[in-house]
Every structure is written in C-alpha cells, then in structure tokens.
C-alpha cells in the first residue's frame, strides 16, 4: 500500500499499527507519521484515531490491503477539486472488483468538521462502516462522486490468502454484527452523525 502513494509534497501518510508493534517498528525508516495502538482494537477504532489528528485540508482512508493505481490519487483530488470547491465531499475510489463506493475514498475537510471529534466512522461498528459515509452524503444532497479514473486494487483474503492477517481474521468474526448493526440503521432511516 505504502509503496503505491506517490511521494508529493502535498500528500502525508499516517498508519495506525493495530496491535502491531513489528509493523510499527518496521516502519520506522519509511517517512510515515506512525501511532500504534497497543490493544488490537479494529479498524473502526484505529481509522477514527487517525483521522481525528489529522490536520490536513482532505484525507483519503484505506486498509492495508489495497493498492492504488498509478494516477489514482491525483485524479480523485483532482475530481474533488472540479466537484467541490467548498471542501465539503466525498469521492469514492473505485476498485478492482465489486465492492462499497465508500470504502476507500477522499473527504474533505468541511465534510470531516460535521462528524463528532471527527470520528468518520460510527463508533459502534468494529469494522464495516463506510457505508454509513455513503448514506450521509446521499441525505446531505450531492455530497458524493466516483471517480473512474481513481482505481484501487483489493487483496482480498478469499483470493489473496496467503495474505490473511489478524485484521482479516478479526474482520470476518464481526462482519454477521456489523451487517446486523447496518441493516437494524439502515431500516431505522439514522445514520451516523445525522441519528
């Protein structure tokens, strides 16, 4: 993943180690802005302590087990850029194969200031929540575009198994309560932080 944000002045990387402090340490001579989390606590968690000290214009979130395509990155600021003059939007990546619009995606920081203590991601989830991003852009009008051009690769576990890890294996024990949790929402017509 790391290997695939281009090296600009404009774009700062943050990683938040879940429990990982081999990961931490390894990082440690790659330039990277670096938090580790000493309890394994999901990405929910990890993805909302790195957003909250954020102190950039935008951001873009993402896993460890994506790639972004050549371009990616530049094309989706630039399309923030044409659709949201007012930093107040979010632009969806797209990826390799069928997967949430929001999953990985850019936001700005108008946007960003709405949410709690900037937590982005409904704290009550441990690691499906993008799609409440989604639903809050849809019921706040014209909030949302795709980027096309802004392509990223998923290593998914059931392909890519030699790259399971303990957020995957975590991942899969809380997908049934996240996608119960997202569906019990969903029907009662809140979503985060509008209800």
């Not at 659709?83 to 999953?103: A, E, I, K, R």
């Not at 899969?172 to 979503?191: M, Y």
Request: proline letters at 4%; one cysteine or more; glycine letters at 8%.
């Amino acid at each position: 993943t790391l290997n695939s944000i281009p090296k600009a002045d404009n774009i700062y990387v943050d990683v938040v180690c879940d429990g990982d402090s081999d990961t931490f340490e390894f990082l440690a001579g790659w330039g990277v802005k670096r938090m580790l989390v000493r309890e394994h606590s999901g990405a929910v968690k990890c993805r909302n302590l790195a957003i909250a000290n954020c102190v950039v214009d935008g951001l873009i979130y993402a896993t460890d087990d994506i790639t972004f395509d050549p371009g990616a990155i530049e094309s989706a600021m630039n399309t923030f850029n044409q659709h949201f003059l007012d930093d107040d939007g979010v632009v969806g990546f797209v990826q390799d194969l069928s997967f949430h619009p929001t999953g990985v995606a850019l936001v700005g920081k108008k946007f960003l200031d709405r949410y709690p203590k900037r937590q982005l991601f409904c704290p009550q989830y441990y690691h499906f929540a993008a799609q409440e991003v989604l639903r809050c852009c849809e019921k706040l009008g014209k909030k949302f575009v795709a980027d096309t051009n802004a392509k990223v690769r998923h290593l998914r576990p059931a392909v890519y198994k030699q790259e399971v890890d303990l957020t995957h294996i975590e991942a899969r024990k809380f997908k049934g309560r996240d996608l119960g949790l997202n569906l019990r929402r969903t029907e009662a017509g809140v979503v985060w932080p509008l209800g």
